[in-house]
C-alpha cells in the first residue's frame, strides 16, 4: 500500500540549506534563487519554477568570490 498523500508532483526547491545571500545581488550563494523568488516559491506554479531552475546556472559567475579573513584586512 502506498501513501499518496506524502506524494507531491511539484518542482522540488534547489535548496541546499546554505543560505548565504549576496548583499549586492541579493542572490542566495547556496541555491543562486533572488530573494523574491526564494519568498514566492511556495506561491509559483510549476511552470514557474521551472524557469527560475533553468535560469539558476547562468547565475553562478554573477557572483563574486567574498574575500574575507587576513588577507582582506591586510595589504
Request: glycine fraction near 8%.
Given at each position: 500500500m502506498t501513501d499518496d498523500v506524502w506524494k507531491r508532483d511539484?518542482?522540488?526547491s534547489p535548496c541546499v540549506k546554505?543560505?548565504?545571500?549576496?548583499p549586492e545581488a541579493r542572490i542566495c550563494t547556496g541555491c543562486l534563487r533572488t530573494i523574491d523568488e526564494i519568498?514566492?516559491?511556495s506561491q509559483m506554479s510549476s511552470d514557474e519554477r521551472r524557469a527560475v531552475l533553468e535560469e539558476l546556472p547562468a547565475r553562478k559567475s554573477t557572483l563574486t568570490r567574498r574575500r574575507g579573513g587576513r588577507?582582506?584586512?591586510v595589504g
Open positions: 511539484e518542482v522540488e546554505i543560505c548565504v545571500v549576496q519568498g514566492a516559491w588577507r582582506a584586512r
